[in-house]
């Protein structure tokens, strides 16, 4: 997948509904490739992850510097511009997911149909071997879909090309491909079966607008009794109050989250409805960040799903907003969020029930059939 940059519109923020909370970074760690599914960012310049605050590089980092604010950033009015378009999943790149195999190589998870990618020989188990002369191998996902965007040095344009080098049915793949303005799909829902297990597997690559009614229409059309595999690896986090529509999903009403603005705390709940006798499994990884690990550890403390991967990123802090002469804008954190039971996340992130090294999908699923998610 690939994706999203969040932050919220000015007008959101005074009302206070839409906080967001911006992971500033590269957003997606395994994922859209040409896309901000897994491996985006929320800045203009993708943070070439050494630094792993994710705070973009240039001048949105020397103002967090000065700050002392680990993720706050100053974005020119185009940058800004840009996060509106990838709050509705637009992007500009070539359509490909990507994910890191625990060997370090980059391999192609993924190709979205109809984008440049789509339409060449590329496909999933490829190996990618260089973007633009550039090695892939033990190369941080984020900084590889930021060459594929386009973004490592400045905006990306659509029409410009990039140049790949791939292992494809053992042999190598040269070629050339112009970079597009796509739409990412931030849920994909395919249904699986392994041994017992069986049920709907939905993949979440980052909280654009209108990711939880997607989510909540995936969970209605699943098989009756059968269990969901809830896979949230490389979520680079998005809206907030898309996060808690999706956890709106499985629960029925009751607490999300809170969260600390000007150290006075506010509270997120789920709206009622939810299913919450279907058996949920929730994948997580080093990669999933901000509203990504919020959604995670609400099901996590509110008994409602195991989970299973690896210790999330830690983001667990809000920034809003606010309006700079000339049209810029600086990102400003105000506080942090913590799950139900009131584990802080900044810093932390959240553990999993199950700790898995390496590709953590067939124990998810043998996890999920013990649940009795399996028919």
Known sequence: MSGPARYVPRRRARCGAALTLVFAGVLVTGTA?????????????????????????GRSADAA???????????????????QRTLDGAYVGVGLSLRRRGDGRIEVEGVQAGSPAGRSEITGGDELLTVDGAGAAGSPVTEVVSRLRGDYTGPAEAGT?????????????????????????????DRFRAGRAAGTRIRVGAFTRGTGVRVREAVREAAPGEGVLLDLRGNSGGLVTEAVTTA?????GGLVATYDVHGRERILRAG???????????LVDGGT???????????????????????????GSVQMPRDL???????????????????????????PDLEVQGDAEDRARTVLGGLGGGS
């Not at 140049?163 to 931030?186: A, D, M």
């Not at 009622?272 to 929730?282: I, K």
């Not at 960040?289 to 830690?314: C, I």
């Open 161 to 189: 090309p990039v140049r790949l080098v791939l292992r494809h049915q053992g042999r190598v793949l040269r070629l050339t491909l112009r970079r597009e303005r796509l739409y990412t799909q931030s849920v994909i829902a």
């Open 248 to 252: 709106s999903a499985f629960l029925d």
């Open 65 to 83: 510097s000065r700050s002392g604010d680990r993720w706050g950033a100053v974005y020119s009015a185009e940058e800004y511009q840009g996060f």
């Open 325 to 351: 002469p000339g049209g810029s804008v600086a990102e400003q954190t105000v506080g942090q969020y913590r799950t139900p039971s009131g584990r802080p996340v900044d810093g932390r992130g959240i553990t």
């Open 272 to 282: 009622p409805g939810g299913d919450t006798r279907r058996p949920l499994v929730v």
């Open 33 to 57: 490739a040409g896309s901000w599914s897994a491996a985006g960012r929320t800045g203009a310049r993708p943070v070439p992850l050494r630094a792993v605050d994710g705070t973009p590089a």
């Open 289 to 315: 960040m901000s509203a990504g690990e919020l959604l995670a550890g609400a099901l996590q403390d509110r008994g409602r799903a195991v989970l299973v991967g690896s210790r999330t990123f830690g983001k």
